[in-house]
């Protein structure tokens, strides 16, 4: 552990879940805007170290709660989230407040409309925030490449926060607040949930709406929540799957059936993934990772052990398809303000131009195929169970790992067990495994089929709740 202070877990909360926050403002023991207030105090101290946010609103925030306050009193509830201070990163967009996307190219950009997951965050009640640090245009993993500096590790500030969703993972962590939003292309929510010890989703591809949300590689781009714990989480993303009209404030009507159930998950079927990169992964993590197969063991779960090649399959394939797609989406940029960028970030970007036109229809043939192929090999098995990334949260600026760690760089091993779910597009939840033997939170990644965000977050409280019993026990 460095000698720089931790700031994981010293937010405002306390460890309380929304739910409870929640249960609290309406008995009158808070309000909204204390609430707020104790956020905003947190992401001024604690967020400034970390370098958390780009953006503090709070003006934007106190009045969002000050309304929140005002329509709970008048018998209008939103839900869980009415009240409850999230944060919304840097390349969604949010109505009259700054977006830059971490870039000097849109230093000064501010949307004038909402992005379709912020309009659900609002109908939903929640007060943001603020934004949160992304690398910038979201085209790196490791969240120490933004234009107004890197993004530290709630556990030990000399570290990456990973990334692209950098201050969403540290903001999280480091208990500022409870949830907060992210994009996910080839694990930029998975990666900082990862390293800084929260809880990340990405939905099925397609299952969220884009709109107003800058794009990265749209064929893989996602929005996904990262939250403190499973439950949060899954408020968030109830939050996010709301649909306008069914309950005259906007969304799906919150009721008890949203939260996870850990019983309804031990009857599905757990498989433990053997691929090559498992053979690349550090030990401590594959431990890790088998503590939490013994747990769900344990519990009752059925537990097999599958093979799945296709995944180690998929790397080619998803560099093609993010390098044409981004090149296309900046490639003006890159050509009339090539010095706005940062020098890692443009470097990418112009290998990316060397992608030929056949190359990238090859990918798309070739990602269809791995798809077909991994449905038919899963098929028997519910959910999937493997590290999310193989190796420690690295320092921060770190470009190159030791030869033994099977890895040339950061940037490809943070990358190599989350972008095969990315490019199959299937939804995986990083879930913290802290490990008595490290400073450092571990994680497992669980990965459900197309469509079964319920089943997977049911999985994932499940493991979280054997693993705090484990911890409380010493077992």
Request: aromatic residues 4%.
């Amino acid at each position: 552990m460095s000698d720089m202070k931790s700031e994981a877990g010293s937010g405002p909360f306390g460890g309380l879940s929304i739910l409870e926050i929640a249960d609290r403002i309406r008995k009158r023991k808070i309000t909204a805007l204390e609430v707020t207030e104790q956020a905003l105090t947190a992401a001024h101290e604690n967020g400034t170290k970390l370098n958390c946010f780009v953006t503090i609103d709070d003006e934007g925030a106190l009045r969002a709660a000050r309304l929140a306050d005002r329509e709970l009193d008048s018998g209008l509830d939103r839900g869980p989230l009415h009240g409850i201070p999230v944060g919304v990163k840097d390349v969604i967009a949010t109505s009259g407040l700054a977006t830059t996307m971490g870039s000097r190219h849109f230093a000064n950009h501010v949307p004038m409309v909402d992005a379709d997951v912020v309009i659900s965050l609002r109908r939903s009640g929640a007060v943001i925030l603020g934004k949160t640090q992304s690398h910038e245009f979201a085209y790196g993993p490791t969240g120490d490449r933004t234009a107004t500096g890197p993004v530290r590790n709630p556990h030990d500030n000399s570290r990456m926060s990973g990334g692209s969703s950098a201050g969403s993972g540290a903001a999280v962590a480091a208990g500022i607040v409870p949830i907060a939003l992210g994009t996910d292309t080839g694990g930029s929510v998975r990666i900082p949930a990862a390293l800084c010890g929260a809880v990340g989703l990405r939905p099925t591809q397609g299952a969220l709406s884009a709109r107003g949300v800058f794009p990265l590689s749209p064929s893989m781009d996602t929005v996904g929540p990262m939250g403190g714990s499973v439950l949060d989480t899954a408020i968030a993303w109830w939050a996010l799957s709301s649909r306008p009209g069914t309950n005259g404030v906007g969304g799906l009507e919150w009721n008890e059936r949203f939260i996870p159930r850990p019983e309804r998950a031990k009857n599905l079927r757990f498989a433990r993934v053997t691929s090559d990169l498992l053979r690349r992964t550090a030990s401590e993590l594959i431990n890790s990772a088998e503590t939490v197969l013994e747990e769900l063991s344990r519990s009752g779960a059925h537990v097999a052990t599958l093979p799945v090649p296709e995944i180690d399959a998929c790397w080619d394939p998803y560099v093609a398809i993010q390098s044409a797609e981004a090149f296309a989406i900046h490639s003006k940029r890159v050509d009339d303000s090539p010095e706005l960028f940062d020098s890692e970030v443009l470097e990418r970007l112009r290998i990316a131009a060397e992608v030929k036109g056949w190359t990238y229809v090859q990918a798309l043939e070739k990602r269809r195929l791995l798809r077909v192929a991994t449905l038919e090999r899963t098929f028997s098995s519910d959910i999937l169970v493997m590290p999310t990334v193989p190796i420690e949260a690295p320092a921060i600026g770190q470009r190159r790992l030791p030869p033994d760690s099977g890895w040339a760089n950061p940037r490809e091993a943070l990358l190599s067990m989350t972008a095969p779910w990315s490019v199959l597009g299937f939804p995986a939840i990083s879930i913290p495994v802290f490990s008595p033997c490290t400073d450092m939170p571990h994680s497992i990644q669980l990965v459900g089929k197309p469509g079964h965000e319920t089943q997977l977050l049911d999985a994932a409280a499940l493991l979280e709740v054997r693993l705090r019993e484990k911890a409380l026990t010493g077992a």
